[in-house]
């Protein structure tokens, strides 16, 4: 599958349709996650899952249980302010790493919303971190 063709498809899908999506996404609480690239310095734009843990919003670098972490975890590591859209809202936020235990406690919740992320932490040897994005 082409990771990016994908992504760009459900991007537009969900900015036509008011934060809506089908396929893999449908019925699931998707956002959109802006990141400025750690090497390219171009904003890089990803549908991720959430789910809301009082005021922040709780994004998982699964990236399907890949080996390694994904391109946009990088690029929040290295500039945490990112770009947020949930719906039609769009909003800055601040990207944090969450540290154990809480971690293990929220990706729990990730597994419980949806089984995705307990296949994702089966596929690979290291710890998925959890982000908590946080409006600013």
Known sequence: MDIQAFNKATIAEFRANNGKVGGAFAGASLLLLTTVGAKSGLARTNPL?????HDRYIIMASYAGAPDNPPWYFNLLASPEVSVE?????FKARAAVVPEPERTALYAKAEA??????????????????VALTPC
């Not at 949930?86 to 769009?90: A, L, N, P, S």
């Not at 919303?113 to 959890?130: E, G, L, N």
């Open 49 to 53: 899952a959430y789910f809301i843990d």
């Open 86 to 90: 949930v719906g039609t809202e769009q």
């Open 113 to 130: 919303m949806s089984s995705a992320f307990a296949d994702y932490q089966r596929k690979t040897t290291r710890v998925i971190p959890v």
